[in-house]
């Protein structure tokens, strides 16, 4: 269940990141701060190589970054808010027809190298999750860390 990796101290509801390489930075901050054992310089190379080949936003608004570290012992993930929106640059390789190029909701994702399938089951989790009507909203309201992760395990419990 993807509520169980969403943690207060893994949420930022007030990301200082205006666009794309600066939240992946913050984000990767923040899981390499709950686990120093993860490499940042791993994590960042991968993400930002992983973008070149496909744009990470999967609906208007919402980012679900992902990739495989060796330095990931089991999934991890950050979640990230931003109500002004962070420029995710959408119209550049790989991107899809969207609206606009604000992203408010990132979901970032570290997984492991040697359990593919907990990966496609957590994000698979995620994406029914993302897909729920009123998901999107209630993160972008919600007052804090605590109340993010609830969010998460009243939709997820939902479905």
Do not use: W
Not at 8 to 25: G, H, I, M, R, Y
Not at 40 to 54: D, I, M, Y
Not at 117 to 135: M, T
Request: negative net charge; proline residues 4%.
């Amino acid at each position: 269940m993807i509520s169980s990796l969403v943690k207060p101290e893994n949420v930022v509801c007030q990301l200082e990141s205006t666009d794309k390489d600066s939240l992946f930075a913050e984000l990767t901050e923040v899981l390499v701060r709950s686990d120093p054992f993860i490499d940042r310089n791993e994590v960042l190379t991968a993400l930002f190589e992983k973008e070149e080949q496909r744009n990470s936003i999967v609906m208007n608004g919402i980012a679900v970054p992902y990739v495989e570290c060796s330095s990931v012992k089991s999934p991890v993930l950050a979640v990230g808010i931003s109500r002004p929106g962070i420029d995710y640059d959408v119209y550049g390789v790989g991107s899809r027809d969207f609206a606009d190029s604000l992203v408010h909701l990132a979901v970032l994702f570290l997984f492991d190298k040697r359990n593919t399938e907990r990966k496609i089951h957590v994000l698979a989790d995620c994406a029914r999750v993302l897909h729920i009507p009123g998901f999107y909203g209630s993160c972008l309201s919600a007052g804090s860390a605590q109340a993010v992760c609830n969010i998460f395990r009243d939709y997820e419990t939902s479905y």
